[in-house]
C-alpha cells in the first residue's frame, strides 16, 4: 500500500475515533453552547438554539449525561454553557456536578433557552446565539459534531471555515476507502500503531457495556438477550454486550465511548462485538486490533456514502461492518469478507432510524442477529446476486446503492419522521 493511503486512512481514522459522553446530538448542542459562553466572554443570560432537523430528533429522546435523567436541547445547551469547558469536546459534560445541574435545572425553570428548527441547512446543523445585555455570541457546527465553521460577536465574522477536501474526513474516504484497501489496511498496518489508536475503544465501548450488563438501563435488552438465551453462546453474548452498551448510553450513563462515524451506537456496534467475539475465541491481541481496523474503516465506508445523520439505521451499517470483521477473523477470503456485508444490507438495510432513545438498543441486536445470519450463509457458500433488489455483483456497488437510497431516497422519510415527533403532522385517513 503507497504510503500517501496510509497516512490517509490514519488521519481518517484518527479524526472519526474520538471519545464521547453520551448520545453525540445533545453532546453537540452542549459542545457548541460551551463555545458560545466562551465567545460571549461572560456567563450568557440567553440561548437561542437553531438546529437541523436530525438534531431535534436525536435529541428528543436520549437521555443527557449526568443531567438526572433529564432531556432535551434546553438541557443540553444551558448544561454545555454551565460547563463552559469547549476544550473538553465531547466530554464536555464530564465536570457537571450536583451545584452545576441545580444551577443549570433552575435556568431551565427560568426559560433560558429557546430552540428552532433551522431550514435549509446540512442534516448535521447546531446554531447558538448566546447574549448577555447588548452583546451576542454566535457560533455554528455543521457536517461532524465538533467541525466549527462560523464565529460572530456583536454581527462582526470572527471566523468562518471553508471546505477543505485535503482535511475533509469524507472525502480522503471517498477517494481511499474500499473494501479491498481496508483489508490490505488492517493486515499491514504497524501493531503498535493500531494498538495506540484502537486501545482506548477497547477499553472504553467494552467498560460501558459491562455496565450495562450489569445495572438496569432503558428496557434492558442485553439484560434480556443473556436471560431468554444461551449467553454461553458468542452469537447471544455478542448480541448482549453490544446492545446493552448502548442501553446505558442512551439512558444517561456517563461514561465515555469512542464513536464511530459521529454515533456512539456506531461505535459500540463496530467494536463491542468483535472483542466479545476474540476473547471467546482466545484470539490473540493482533487478530483483535487489526479486526476492529476491518469492522471501523468498513462502516466509515459505507456512511462515506449515507452521511452523518439520516432516516437510515446507522446500527445497521455498523453491524455489517461487525460481522465481516468476524468472518475475517474466521479466515475467510476477501470476497467471503465482503459478501458477509452485503448480506447483512440485503437483509436488514433500511431499518429506520426515529431519533436516538432506548430502543437504539434492540435495533443494534436486530442488526447483529442479521449479520451472523450472513456468517451462516457465506459459511454455505450463499451469497445474495446481483439483481436482488439493490444488491450488485460488485460489493462496492451494493454499498454505494443503500448510501444513495439512504441519502438520498429517504430524504422525505426523514421529513416525515421529523413531522410525526413533532406534531406537525395530521394522521387522518384521506
Known amino acids: 500500500m503507497e504510503p500517501i493511503q496510509v497516512q490517509a486512512i490514519r488521519k481518517i481514522l484518527e479524526d472519526e475515533l474520538r471519545p464521547a459522553m453520551g448520545c453525540t446530538e445533545p453532546i453537540a448542542v452542549a459542545y457548541t453552547a460551551a463555545l458560545a459562553r466562551e465567545l460571549l466572554g461572560v456567563f450568557p443570560q440567553q440561548l437561542t438554539v437553531r438546529c437541523s432537523g436530525n438534531i431535534i430528533k436525536n435529541v428528543k429522546g436520549a437521555t443527557v449525561p449526568n443531567s438526572g435523567g433529564e432531556k432535551g436541547i434546553d438541557t443540553a445547551a444551558i448544561l454545555g454553557a454551565v460547563s463552559g469547558r469547549s476544550d473538553l469536546e465531547l466530554e464536555v459534560l464530564s465536570v457537571i456536578g450536583p451545584s452545576e445541574l441545580e444551577q443549570a435545572m433552575e435556568l431551565r425553570r427560568q426559560g433560558m433557552c429557546q ?20 452583546d451576542t455570541a454566535v457560533v455554528a457546527i455543521q457536517d461532524s459534531h465538533t467541525n466549527l465553521v462560523k464565529k460572530e460577536k456583536n454581527g462582526q465574522v470572527l471566523y468562518k471555515k471553508e471546505p477543505d477536501p485535503q482535511q475533509d474526513t469524507s472525502a480522503l474516504a471517498q477517494q481511499y476507502l474500499d473494501v479491498r484497501s481496508i483489508l490490505e489496511y488492517a493486515e499491514t498496518e504497524s501493531l503498535p500503531y493500531l494498538k495506540q489508536l484502537l486501545q482506548q475503544q477497547c477499553d472504553c465501548n467494552w467498560a460501558i457495556a459491562q455496565e450495562g450488563l450489569s445495572r438496569l438501563y432503558g428496557a434492558g435488552v442485553g439484560r434480556t438477550l443473556c436471560q431468554s438465551g444461551n449467553a454461553s ?26 464513536i464511530n462515524s459521529g454515533s456512539g451506537n456506531q461505535g459500540i456496534t463496530v467494536s463491542v462485538p468483535v472483542i466479545a467475539y476474540a476473547r471467546s475465541q482466545n484470539c490473540s491481541e493482533e487478530q483483535l486490533f487489526r479486526a476492529l481496523a476491518v469492522s471501523n474503516l468498513l462502516a466509515i465506508h459505507q456512511k462515506k456514502y449515507i452521511g452523518k445523520l439520516s432516516a437510515y439505521c446507522g446500527a445497521i ?26 448480506n447483512t444490507l440485503a437483509i436488514a438495510g433500511g431499518i429506520l432510524c426515529d431519533g436516538a432513545k432506548a430502543s437504539c438498543a434492540a435495533k443494534i441486536a436486530a442488526g447483529l442477529q442479521s449479520a451472523w445470519l450472513s456468517l451462516d450463509l457465506v459459511h454455505q457458500g450463499y451469497r445474495f446476486p446481483a439483481g436482488e433488489g439493490l444488491v450488485d455483483a460488485s460489493p462496492e456497488t ?33
Open 233 to 258: 453462546d458468542w452469537r447471544i453474548s455478542c448480541c448482549a454486550a453490544a446492545a446493552a452498551g448502548s442501553d446505558a448510553r442512551m439512558n444517561g450513563c456517563a461514561l465515555p465511548v469512542v
Open 317 to 342: 451499517s455498523a453491524a455489517s461492518a461487525a460481522g465481516a470483521a468476524i468472518a475475517w477473523l474466521q479466515g475467510y477470503s476477501e470476497q467471503e469478507v465482503a459478501w458477509c456485508l452485503t
Open 115 to 134: 430552540y428552532f428548527l433551522a431550514e435549509g441547512v446540512p442534516n448535521l446543523y447546531i446554531e447558538i446565539t448566546a447574549s448577555a445585555g447588548p
Open 398 to 430: 451494493t454499498i454505494q446503492n443503500f448510501g444513495y437510497v439512504a441519502r438520498e431516497g429517504m430524504r422525505d422519510t426523514d421529513r416525515v419522521i421529523l413531522h410525526l415527533m413533532t406534531g406537525e403532522t395530521d394522521l387522518s385517513c384521506p
